[in-house]
T-cell receptor
Framework: DTAVSQTPKYLVTQMGNDKSIKCEQN?????MYWYKQDSKKFLKIMFS???????INETVPNRFSPKSPDKAHLNLHINSLELGDSAVYFC???????????FGPGTRLTVT | DQQVKQNSPSLSVQEGRISILNCDYT??????FLWYKKYPAEGPTFLIS?????DKNEDGRFTVFLNKSAKHLSLHIVPSQPGDSAVYFC????????????FGKGTMLLVSP
């Protein structure tokens, strides 16, 4: 059974489009995250949700909007995509006070 | 400003030998450290962690050492196996209920038969 899953795995789209990436975890964790791995390979936190509430929002353009319909799901919607948004986006989850985060397989977004 | 640094982008080791991956940090608020392993086209997988109250943690072939005064930690893999070939990320977290992880850039380990 997949613990943290993301869809789609690959996403190719044109500049200006709006797209969403979905994430689901079946670990029973209360906290979920979105990370971005850019071309320099750094993994950087974008957002964190705890029990459907936003608790961390790093400096991310307003075009990025996370949505958590329930504590097992955290989706990422991106408006007006730009070339610089091309990256691999990872979803992760953890227990509220646990340090170990469990990652999904990633979504490679390519904006042309 | 990189708060977690992995200065070696790659490391090559022969099967059966020891692999030593290094990590330095600058933020004194970090008190929990983790190593993740990542294969291509997969997400990072948690490997081992250490709290600042310890200086060593061991799990099978993997041992993490922490030197708080030097703000340095290392991951030892003994013996190294070809299946260990992957990118290894060091991550650090301050004492927080919400576990914000700051990652290093990663070190690619290649273990040759």
């Amino acid at each position: 059974d997949t613990a943290v899953s993301q869809t789609p795995k690959y996403l190719v789209t044109q500049m200006g489009n709006d797209k969403s990436i979905k994430c689901e975890q079946n670990l029973g964790h209360d906290t979920m995250y979105w990370y971005k791995q850019d071309s320099k390979k750094f993994l950087k936190i974008m957002f964190s949700y705890n029990n459907k509430e936003l608790i961390i929002n790093e400096t991310v353009p307003n075009r990025f909007s996370p949505k958590s319909p329930d504590k097992a799901h955290l989706n990422l919607h991106i408006n007006s995509l730009e070339l610089g948004d091309s990256a691999v986006y990872f979803c992760a989850s953890s227990q509220v006070r646990g340090h170990e985060q469990y990652f999904g397989p990633g979504t490679r977004l390519t904006v042309t | 400003d990189q708060q977690v640094k992995q200065n070696s982008p790659s490391l090559s080791v022969q099967e059966g030998r020891i692999s030593i991956l290094n990590c330095d940090y600058t933020n004194s608020m970090f008190d929990y450290f983790l190593w993740y392993k990542k294969y291509p086209a997969e997400g990072p997988t948690f490997l081992i962690s250490i709290s600042s109250i310890k200086d060593k943690n061991e799990d099978g072939r993997f041992t993490v050492f922490l030197n708080k005064s030097a703000k340095h930690l290392s991951l030892h893999i003994v013996p190294s196996q070809p299946g260990d070939s992957a990118v290894y990320f060091c991550a650090a977290s301050p004492h927080s209920g919400y576990s914000t992880l700051t990652f290093g850039k990663g070190t690619m380990l290649l273990v040759s038969p």
